[in-house]
């Protein structure tokens, strides 16, 4: 069975510091890896996935994540945190041989707020 | 606004109602999904939708829940006698077909069984 664990509950950093949310995973094969964030009151948005190629994915607003296979690690980064960055940040992962799309697991979240 | 819109935005029911929520996809996705979100429990699949195939049940808690998607656009999500432990958020989203990966998410239902 698939499994996603955000380890943090919370993560708290100072606006222009580093960022880092933190996400392991467990699948069977090959793992497709997605990052959501969620703003207060909002419905969940996209950030960026890993499907295959670079381990390094770029996304949306300065974020980045970085597919450790031999860790089974999918942390999500950004270099300098902005107050806006504050909300609550999704893990999630789908095996590619899912024979149905529907199999999407995600994590609990992590709550992260960013301090002026 | 082309994004995926649900409601209610908000509903309160008595334990024992029964109570239907909307979901409105973005014209032409063909998935459709609903998700549950707890306090503290992350997204908890619940039901997806693929064109005209069967959907997939799996997440479903129990016979009290079940979800329709007619026309293969709206969808609703019908929990029959509720109970306290439904209070949740519910969430609805979709994605453009089978080649896609990234879901487009609503802004959510939030239930209340009192």
């Known amino acids: 069975a698939q499994s996603v664990a955000q380890p943090e509950d919370q993560v708290n950093v100072a606006e222009g510091n580093p960022l880092t949310v933190k996400c392991t995973y467990s699948?069977?094969?090959?793992?497709?890896l997605f990052w959501y964030v969620q703003y207060p009151n909002r419905g969940l948005q996209f950030l960026l996935k890993y499907i295959t190629g670079d381990n390094l994915v770029k996304g949306s607003y300065g974020f980045e994540a970085e597919f450790n296979k031999s860790q089974t690690s999918f942390h999500l980064k950004k270099p300098s945190a902005l107050v806006s960055d504050s909300a609550l940040y999704f893990c999630?992962?789908?095996?590619?041989?899912?024979?149905?799309?529907?199999?999407?697991?995600f994590g609990a979240g992590t709550q992260v707020v960013v301090t002026p | 606004g082309a994004g995926v819109s649900q409601s209610p935005s908000n509903k309160v029911t008595e334990k024992g109602k029964d109570v239907e929520l909307r979901c409105d996809p973005i014209s032409g996705h063909t998935a459709l999904y609903w998700y549950r979100q707890s306090l503290g429990q992350g997204l908890e699949f619940l039901i997806y939708f693929q064109g005209n195939s069967a959907p997939d049940k799996s997440g479903l808690p129990s016979d009290r829940f079940s979800a329709e998607r007619t026309g293969g656009s709206v969808s609703t999500l019908t929990i029959q006698r509720t109970q306290q432990e439904d209070s949740a958020v519910y969430l609805c989203?979709?994605?453009?077909?089978?080649?896609?990966?990234?879901?487009?998410f609503g802004p959510g239902t939030r239930l209340t069984v009192t």
């Open positions: 999630a992962v789908r095996p590619s041989s899912s024979d149905s799309w529907g199999k999407f697991q």
């Open positions: 989203a979709s994605r453009a077909g089978q080649v896609t990966y990234e879901q487009y």
């Open positions: 699948v069977s094969g090959n793992p497709y």
